[in-house]
């Protein structure tokens, strides 16, 4: 490459605004989804959602490991489609919401492995246990104007946990020897972000 088509593109990029790259995004949670899934009676998976949270990302794509993510989770809003199954996740014998009514996530380190993933490391507290949790996160999508003057991006982040890590002990064994409900957790957020504006 030319000397003077080298320096023409390192001007580009020098005017290219930094918001492109560090920017404050709140998670939309109207257009996010925390998802989970468990095995049930050995045989199936029982799929929920948390239905209430608020998030912050502070994303910087040119040095990712500066990167941070702040999510709070209502473990109230605990939603299987099944009233009476909700009620018992609520209670003293799963996530005993009266005593602890707020789950939380917060990275610690943002790296990309050996094949270039990203992977998040973060403190997952739930049940009154705080826990590390890697979570392996897609491409966020490129920044997008809205209809309405805002800017979005999007990811969708995963992970598996094991539930008696966070005393989340309930279970009855069937005739067979196998739990009424499995022990691991895969979990699956599904994030929508616009950007923060301006003060």
């Known amino acids: 490459m030319k000397y003077h088509a080298r320096i023409f593109i390192f001007g580009l990029l020098l005017l290219m605004p930094l918001s492109a790259s560090a920017a404050a995004w709140n998670i939309d949670a109207d257009h996010s989804s925390i998802g ?15 239905d209430r949270f608020s998030g912050t990302v502070d994303l910087d794509d040119r040095n990712i490991i500066a990167s941070k993510v702040t999510v709070t989770i209502d473990p ?9 199954r909700d009620e018992h996740l609520r209670g003293p014998e799963f996530f005993d919401v009266t ?7 917060v990275s610690k380190q943002w790296r990309r492995d050996a094949k270039g993933k990203l992977k998040v490391t973060a403190d997952l507290t739930m ?10 996160v897609a491409p ?3 920044e997008t104007a809205d209809p309405w003057g805002n800017f979005r991006r999007g990811t ?15 279970s009855k064994t069937m005739d ?9 957790v895969e979990i699956t957020m599904e994030i929508e972000m616009v950007k923060a504006k301006a003060n």
Do not use: C, Q
Request: charged share 20%; glycine share 8%; proline share 4%.
């Open 127 to 136: 049940h009154g246990v705080t826990r590390t949790v890697v979570l392996d």
């Open 99 to 105: 005593k602890y009514p707020s789950m939380s996530f």
């Open 36 to 50: 989970f899934s468990i095995r049930h009676l050995m045989v199936s998976n029982v799929r929920g959602n948390f």
């Open 76 to 84: 109230a809003s605990i939603n299987t489609r099944l009233p009476k």
């Open 176 to 184: 067979n020897g196998g739990l009424m409900i499995g022990e691991e």
């Open 156 to 170: 969708t982040a995963k992970t598996t946990i094991n539930r008696k890590d966070f005393g989340l002990d309930w």
């Open 140 to 142: 966020f999508s490129p």
